[in-house]
């Protein structure tokens, strides 16, 4: 085999262990790519304000959604973790009364550009029942601050937190990838 077919080879099937990519045009601010495992249906829209893309699994068996909303600050108010991690706790209060949990803890993602905070929260209506399409029993709400002038929020909604549909969505989060742009 040739070093040319052996490398052709080879990206082809580096290709399929990523499973899918989504990449983000963020204009003058960059470029925002998501690597999923599984098989997942991407929505964007965009307006002058936010980019919004809306991640649902292909198939039917599978409850699990994921939305992220890139926006592009004037000010940035979230310049230190500290400030990041409270507001996304300030934010999740309303949720955090009516689950399971109670409080609004703010766990850091673990991400390779930027910060960002998430908290976590069971619905106790839905907790212990079979699964149905468009309930989710888990939720988690956050931030990520990728620059000065883009933020990012992010909701993951599925069956559970150790669900597959689930860790594909957060390591989805976690694992991608911001190329700044000429702007700010």
């Given at each position: ?6 490398l052709?080879?080879?990206l ?7 499973g ?9 601010h ?15 829209t ?25 926006s ?6 979230y ?7 409270l507001r ?11 689950s ?7 766990r850091?993602?673990?991400l ?6 998430y908290c ?16 989710y ?15 990012v ?6 069956e ?12 989805a ?12």
């Amino acid at each position: 085999m040739t070093m040319t077919r052996f490398l052709l080879l080879f990206l082809v099937s580096a290709a399929g262990l990523f499973g899918q990519m989504e990449t983000l045009d963020l204009g003058p601010h960059g470029r925002l790519t998501l690597y999923l495992l599984g098989e997942w249906r991407a929505n964007t829209t965009r307006n002058t304000e936010q980019i919004t893309l809306t991640l649902a699994p292909k198939k039917e068996g599978v409850n699990a959604s994921c939305t992220v909303q890139v926006s592009f600050p004037e000010t940035d108010r979230y310049d230190t973790k500290a400030r990041l991690k409270l507001r996304v706790e300030a934010d999740c209060y309303g949720i955090a009364e009516e689950s399971v949990e109670k409080k609004a803890y703010g766990r850091e993602f673990s991400l390779s550009t930027g910060y960002g905070f998430y908290c976590s929260f069971t619905d106790p209506k839905l907790r212990g029942r079979p699964m149905e399409k468009g309930n989710y029993k888990v939720m988690s709400v956050g931030k990520v601050r990728l620059s000065a002038a883009v933020l990012v929020d992010v909701q993951i909604m599925g069956e559970g937190f150790a669900d597959e549909a689930y860790q594909q969505l957060l390591g989805a989060i976690e694992g991608m990838e911001y190329t700044p742009g000429r702007g700010r």
